[in-house]
């Protein structure tokens, strides 16, 4: 099964999964509850990577799922990625119109229109939030790097079990200046590469491109390709045509540094560089490689995952 | 400092956490970043929690932050807290109404409005996502226990650093008949309370309501705790005279069990109940009573804790 890329491959692959109690249906595409196994399974990932980084002596943060709109409208996500955002809206109305929200639902109208936005927007990659803490800073000689990992929203509802709405992020970001930060998305490509071999994923490195969003976006795609700012860690897991991106490792230039002032040890606008570990989609390359029996996954992987 | 309950206190407690570095502002009140160390405190308190859970063998579930919205309008959260919830928007249009879209944003018009709902909203409680995965099941006799953890959404801005707009809870929730559900409650109540003064907080439990809204949630308020559905433990943070609940243990009779067609044993409605761990309010808690230096705490909380 799943051997090729079509719907019905993905949807037999997620059957599987939902059988197997793995991940637990919520109603909606890409939104899935998790069973301890398959979280198991990712904090045993995440020591794993927590291990790899230490020796580097990153500072560890952790954001909600949450970022600050008015930092959201900084940068170019609405420009880039409209179609998945997440904007947060509630109610902020009193007695009278929240009676007329309770009717509207009643009588089966629109009443998401009676609601206002908040402060607040679903972060669409871990390290967003980050960058803002920085504004007006300047960085010293050896930059900063930043282990973070988060709960991200994309919405792009699939049948793709590894194409979630809502999945984690684990990244390291270095914060510095144009070397510093691609000597950092070029070794962690290398290290990235490693641990995930190790644990029997063939990944291979291959060059790619963000999703950006309709006519205007064909540019921004092949110039991203072209100065080879995005290299992603592709696997089969649903189709061995369109194998799945596991890991990524970007180069940001001072794209971030510009937005939100932040300098680097230079002077001039800090760059940027961070690897992803999409955390949800490793788990599910494991579970293809090594079969959805945890027990029975190779000796060596288990203790690198420190599950035994 | 923090001795009385108004704005100022609260505002010189948070500042007080930033400095430590403990929390990290995101420019929304309610919304923070949370170092390494106040990560390592709640991961302990986890896995505290986790070894007292054991033995009553749980099923682990874990899901992330996104409830269905089909789901979200069978409970009547709509009616009781609309201005504390987290509806999820994103952008449905072509490049024509992306160019609008951008042009909004560009002239500081609303561009919000542009947006359609996604299928989902963000969760306001832990165990709300459980339910309707039970939708339609008739429990066995011993019914079920589901160990949960999830961030939550509520709409209400503060300088509180106690009360965030996105924060963890971690449950134990029930399945079962009324009795099952009510004992879960009871037994929870004092286990929890054991488990908090074990690492030296002087918890007290007390009856409380859930902040229902407007005029008519007085009387839903009223009768919560007539009927004494809720209880919480409490302990002073940032307010003496207003401590606040780090805790919550919850009978929510056969609400869930109607609204989403879950049967019984005994072939009723099942009756549901919960306790929830305030995992935020717990660590700021510990902060609070044992101080900001995480290395100074009692031998025998860092032992509980598994920090050493």
């Not at 998790?34 to 794993?48: A, P």
């Not at 909600?64 to 900084?74: D, G, W």
Request: glycine share 10%.
């Amino acid at each position: 099964m799943c051997g090729t890329d079509d719907a019905s491959s993905y949807r037999a692959y997620l059957d599987e999964l939902f059988r197997a109690g793995l991940l637990i249906s919520s109603g909606v595409r890409g939104v899935y509850g998790r069973s301890g196994t398959f979280e198991d399974v990712i904090m045993g990932f995440e020591r794993y990577v927590t291990r790899e980084g230490k020796p580097l002596s990153p500072e560890v943060m952790h954001f909600p799922p949450l970022l600050s709109r008015a930092h959201y409208t900084k940068i170019n996500h609405i420009h880039n990625f409209p179609d998945l955002m997440g904007s947060v809206h509630t109610f902020m109305g009193g007695d009278p119109e929240h009676r007329e929200l309770v009717r509207k639902l009643a009588d089966g109208e629109d009443w998401t229109r009676d609601l206002a936005p908040a402060d607040v927007m679903l972060i669409p990659a871990a390290c967003y939030p980050l960058y803002p803490t920085a504004t007006g800073t300047t960085l010293g000689a050896s930059g900063r790097l930043i282990d973070l990992v988060s709960y991200v929203f994309r919405h792009e509802p699939s049948d793709d079990p590894a194409r979630m709405q809502i999945f984690r992020q684990r990244e390291y970001v270095r914060l510095g200046t144009a070397e510093q930060a691609l000597n950092h998305r070029n070794e962690w490509l290398e290290r990235g590469k490693a641990i995930l071999q190790s644990l029997g994923l063939a990944v291979e490195a291959v060059v790619a491109n963000d999703p950006f969003f309709g006519r205007g976006g064909r540019l921004a795609k092949a110039t991203q390709r072209e100065q080879v700012l995005k290299f992603e860690l592709v696997i089969p897991i649903c189709s061995t045509e369109k194998p799945t991106a596991i890991s990524s490792c970007n180069l940001h230039l001072d794209y971030f540094g510009h937005a939100f002032g932040i300098d680097g040890p230079d002077g001039q606008p800090a760059h940027t560089a961070c690897i992803g570990f999409g955390l949800e989609r490793i788990a599910l390359a494991l579970f293809k490689t090594h079969g959805l029996n945890v027990d029975a996954w190779p000796k060596g992987v288990r203790e690198l995952l420190t599950l035994a």
